[in-house]
Nanobody, 119 residues
Framework: QVQLVESGGGLVQAGGSLRLSCVVS????????MAWYRQYPGKQRVLVAE???????NYVDSVKGRFTISRDNAKNAVYLQMDSLKPEDTAVYYC?????????????WGQGTQVTVSS
């Protein structure tokens, strides 16, 4: 059973930093893409950043220059370094991984971690 376990959320003042971690069971190299999403109350999850197995990275415009996603195959983990945090970054953050097998994508989600940025 594939599991993704996030950690690193918490309460921080505006302008501060947090680092989210997502550790996967098994080999992270089996995942074609890893990503971080966030969800505001009453809203759908939205993509924040993603990184492919080949190292291609994509960010949503609102976090460019402030957030950094990285992937550590040796530790089977993906990270989201969040700097210059703003109150509007307050959300539940989820780790997502996709494995493509025989052309079929399988999506896995972590349990989520709360990030709260105070003004």
């Amino acid at each position: 059973q594939v599991q993704l376990v996030e950690s690193g959320g918490g309460l921080v003042q505006a302008g501060g930093s947090l680092r989210l971690s997502c550790v996967v069971s098994g080999s992270i190299d089996s995942f074609n893409t890893m990503a971080w999403y966030r969800q505001y109350p009453g809203k759908q999850r939205v993509l924040v950043a993603e990184v492919t197995r080949g190292g291609h990275i994509n960010y949503v415009d609102s976090v460019k220059g402030r957030f950094t996603i990285s992937r550590d195959n040796a530790k089977n983990a993906v990270y989201l370094q969040m700097d210059s945090l703003k109150p509007e970054d307050t959300a539940v953050y989820y780790c997502r991984g996709i494995i493509i097998t025989a052309g079929i994508p399988y999506t896995y989600w972590g349990q989520g971690t709360q990030v709260t940025v105070s003004s």
